[in-house]
């Protein structure tokens, strides 16, 4: 199984931030030596965003917006005005 998932030697988190190119040749450092390295390092840095993403989501801050929306919404609705009284000529 050339290539294949059990020839990995590298941790997880060694592909964090990796370089994507495919290694051609013994001379490229810092390549990845195979496609499942290199979909392994995406997906490492798919999830480290979402890991962001996630922190920044949590925070007190941002879960107060909607309320504030709801609020500056209220504050800002017409008031309805009552209907022209027609002229009785």
Same mark, same amino acid.
Request: glycine content about 4%; aromatic content about 4%; proline content about 2%.
């Given at each position: &199984? *050339? +290539?294949? &998932? @059990?020839?990995? $030697?590298?941790s997880?988190? *060694?592909? /964090?931030?990796?370089?994507? $190119?495919?290694? +051609? @040749?013994?001379?490229? $450092?810092? %390549?990845? %030596?195979?496609?499942? *390295?290199?979909t392994?390092?995406v997906?490492m840095?798919? /999830? @480290? *965003?979402?890991?962001?993403?996630? /922190?920044?989501?949590?925070?007190?801050?941002v879960?107060?917006?909607?309320?504030?929306?709801?609020?500056? !919404?209220?504050?800002?609705?017409?008031?309805?005005?009552p %209907?022209?009284?027609? /002229? !009785? !000529?």
């Amino acid at each position: &199984m *050339e +290539g294949g &998932m @059990s020839n990995m $030697t590298r941790s997880y988190s *060694e592909f /964090r931030n990796a370089n994507w $190119t495919l290694a +051609g @040749s013994d001379t490229d $450092t810092g %390549a990845l %030596a195979n496609v499942h *390295e290199a979909t392994l390092a995406v997906l490492m840095d798919i /999830r @480290s *965003e979402l890991q962001a993403i996630r /922190r920044v989501a949590e925070c007190h801050n941002v879960q107060r917006v909607p309320r504030i929306l709801d609020t500056i !919404a209220a504050n800002t609705r017409k008031s309805k005005r009552p %209907a022209k009284a027609s /002229r !009785a !000529a």
